[in-house]
């Protein structure tokens, strides 16, 4: 897939008003075209990505086939999280690999056209002056225009209790002053040693409370839900591919 096959934005300015374009159709495929961008979303399907056009346009394809690709390529298999989640949250991951996808684009652009240290600076300003996706989807951006002095604390609260509840979970589990038995000793530890997990799917950080399983080919750790795997389905399973890995054809 060529998300930049129309021009090659080489100024600042140029390069700007691509990221706006594309900014803006992935935007109405979250939010005015959404109940169309979430049928073309099949977890049945192989892997897709979410691609915004200079031309205000959006799409759901597959990756490109050139490796590596002319541009930076969108977050990979948004489809198959989509049945696993809230389909707020799942929106909300969409777009915040959107935003992620946004700025490697228009970075891209940036050091292939050998942009200073000013001119990058002057660029991520002009971006930085435009709400994220996410914050359209979710309507934070609104809330900021209406309450700007208690938005970086609202957000920072958010963000915290947007984990589910495993942050506040855990805290509770482990926070009251009493002795321990052998199982929450081992859930701690395992707690900590997987902290920093996050799963590959959602992005959401690692609960011991929580099943997960790793790939044994990318060796990166999912939650059973999200990759529709059972602890029971798994007792079976003696290599586990994600859908990543599955999906990846062997070529000739």
């Not at 200079?54 to 990979?76: C, D, F, H, K």
């Not at 935003?99 to 930085?128: E, P």
């Not at 963000?159 to 979970?169: A, D, F, I």
Request: one cysteine or more.
């Amino acid at each position: 897939m060529d998300a930049g096959a129309q021009y090659n934005p080489r100024t600042v300015e140029e390069v700007f008003r691509d990221f706006k374009g594309r900014r803006a159709g992935l935007i109405k495929a979250l939010t005015t075209d959404v109940e169309e961008f979430y049928q073309q979303c099949d977890p049945e399907k192989e892997n897709l990505c979410l691609y915004g056009f200079p031309s205000e346009q959006w799409e759901v394809n597959l990756p490109a086939e050139e490796v590596p690709p002319e541009l930076p390529e969108p977050a990979l298999g948004i489809n198959f999280a989509r049945d696993g989640m809230q389909e707020k949250d799942w929106l909300s991951l969409v777009a915040v690999h959107s935003d992620a996808w946004l700025l490697a684009v228009a970075f891209y652009f940036g050091a292939r056209f050998g942009f200073d240290k000013a001119d990058r600076k002057r660029l991520f300003t002009m971006i930085n002056d435009l709400p994220t996706i996410f914050e359209v989807v979710t309507g934070t951006a609104k809330k900021q225009n209406k309450e700007k002095s208690s938005v970086s604390n609202h957000s920072g609260n958010k963000t915290k209790s947007n984990s589910k509840g495993r942050g506040s979970e855990s805290q509770g589990k482990y926070s009251k002053v009493q002795p321990k038995d052998e199982e929450e000793v081992l859930d701690e530890e395992e707690e900590e040693e997987h902290g920093e997990t996050l799963c590959g799917a959602c992005g959401e950080s690692y609960a011991s409370d929580e099943f997960w399983i790793c790939c044994d080919i990318c060796e990166k750790w999912f939650h059973g839900k999200c990759v529709k795997i059972t602890p029971a389905r798994a007792e079976h399973i003696k290599q586990y591919k994600c859908p990543s890995c599955s999906n990846k054809r062997v070529r000739p």
